[in-house]
């Protein structure tokens, strides 16, 4: 079992709501039945049967989403999240299941530490997490990690997010070694060497404000790295929050090529671009950096046409004593678990950049598929996995909505439009407005 979380099973119906699941082609109004957790039925005018019913008439329904890529931040800075909140803030975002990353104080680079972790989520965890794991002993990029043991311990994938492999051939060596674990390399794709000293995209932007640039070569340098280590290898990668047009570029032509390579996207590299560091509020701080106009844009026709399957939020909590200093001397990293879905509606679904359906199969079916785990449905027979969402809400996004510990959110003081009202987790109620 790669997903760990607190156990139960809840039973009720939810009543008169547009059903929307891409993935098995169904767009109805209806009623959704779920006994002992499981979907049992799916029709009109069902007989509640002394359950509880959710009146949910004029709210849409889907698979609950599935982020790859979140900072828990646990062990060693319980002070910016904890499993517990850091799930409370995802089940209040809709997601029915998430991966957290390593990079934590101690690292998840050893069986001791992750099968912790995993205990630990067991009791409290809100949804079904999975650990992943890290590539390299302690993200020095100096010898791999013990993978076969870690992926028998319950890791869930491997990844030295935050930093790069640091060498080409270490790289290969991973991927070689990784064939028998059956899990994926998740990537952080830079070219350090570039990228040092470097606090927001260079270009413009950065000039006119004199800080120090960080190009987009020095991401598409270390794509292009690992996609050709992939294609020689023939093993299959993942490449984490691209942002830039060339790594698209290059992430297309790999994939044309029958490299078994995907990619993600945040969704702050979606909607924004390096204007809004003219501010210098830190919250606009984030690795890899905003970029321009033309690299949002390469992002979005990248998820149109399937070249990044996957939305995840990177989900980065900083205390506010770490942000609350010059741009220059802040961290990298915003939260996103609980106002991502919000954010692309409102900017780019409503505006009709991106249609509903598509961003729903990029938040659920994307991401399960490519990390191996079970793709939230809503059929008969299947585990409730479900978001009830009200898109006629709009709400103000502000410190104290939130479950997560912390508050660096790119979307202070922003209203939003729609807004999660029930998460339904392996079978269990997991959060409702």
């Known amino acids: ?40 039925e799916i029709g009109t005018s069902l007989d509640p049967n002394g359950v509880r019913v959710i009146e949910a008439d004029g709210n849409l329904l889907v698979p609950a989403f599935v982020d790859p890529h979140v900072h828990l931040r646990t062990p060693g800075r319980e002070d910016e999240e904890t499993i517990a909140s850091g799930t409370a803030a995802a089940a209040a975002g809709g997601y029915c299941a998430i991966l957290a990353m390593p990079n934590t104080e101690p690292v998840v680079d050893n069986t001791d530490v992750l099968r912790g972790l995993r205990a630990q989520a067991a009791e409290e965890a809100e949804i079904p997490v999975g650990f992943t794991a890290a590539i390299t002993v302690g993200q020095l990029g100096q010898q791999l990690t013990e993978m076969g043991e870690l992926a028998e311990a319950g890791a869930a994938a491997f990844t030295d997010d935050g930093r790069p492999v640091a060498t080409a051939g270490l790289m290969r060596r ?17 070219e350090p060497s570039l990228t040092k000293g470097g606090h927001m995209h260079m270009g413009a932007v950065s000039a006119e404000l004199g800080l120090g640039g960080w190009p987009s070569l020095g991401e598409s340098l270390g ?11 023939g093993q299959p990668v993942h490449l984490m929050h691209l942002s830039a047009r060339e790594s698209v570029d290059h992430l297309r032509a790999a ?40 690299d949002r844009q390469a992002l979005i026709e990248a998820l149109l046409d399937g070249t990044i399957g996957v939305i995840a939020t990177d989900h980065a909590p900083h205390s506010r004593e770490e942000k609350d200093v010059p741009f220059e ?33 990029r938040m659920t079916a994307g991401p399960a598929r490519t990390f191996g785990l079970d793709i939230p449905r809503i059929a008969v027979g299947a585990p409730a996995n479900l978001t009830l969402i009200n898109l006629a809400a709009t709400w103000r996004v502000t410190e104290e909505r939130f479950k997560s510990l912390s508050a660096n959110s790119w979307l202070l ?11 339904i987790a392996a079978g269990r109620v997991a959060y409702e407005a």
Do not use: W
Request: net charge negative; glycine share 8%; aromatic share 4%.
């Open 174 to 190: 991973a991927l070689e070694y990784n064939a028998i674990t059956d899990r994926l390399l998740t990537l952080h794709c830079e």
């Open 223 to 233: 794509v292009a790295r690992e996609l050709s280590l992939a294609g020689d290898t």
């Open 1 to 40: 079992m790669i997903l760990v979380g607190k156990s139960g099973a809840d039973d009720l119906v939810i009543r008169g709501a547009r059903v929307l699941d891409p993935t098995e082609g169904v767009d109805l109004v209806c009623d959704v039945r779920i006994v002992a957790g499981v979907i049992t």
């Open 329 to 361: 001397a802040a961290p990298f990293g915003v939260t996103g678990l609980e106002t991502a879905f919000s954010s692309l509606y409102t900017y780019l679904i409503e505006p009709g950049v991106l249609p509903l359906g598509l961003v729903i199969e």
């Open 413 to 423: 003081g922003e209203r939003l439009h729609s807004k999660v009202v029930l998460t």
């Open 255 to 294: 994939q044309a090529a029958g490299v078994a390579a995907t990619g993600e996207a945040s969704p702050h590299h979606l909607v924004l671009t390096d204007e809004a560091v003219r501010s210098l509020d830190t919250n606009f701080k984030m690795n890899p950096p905003l970029r321009t106009e033309d």
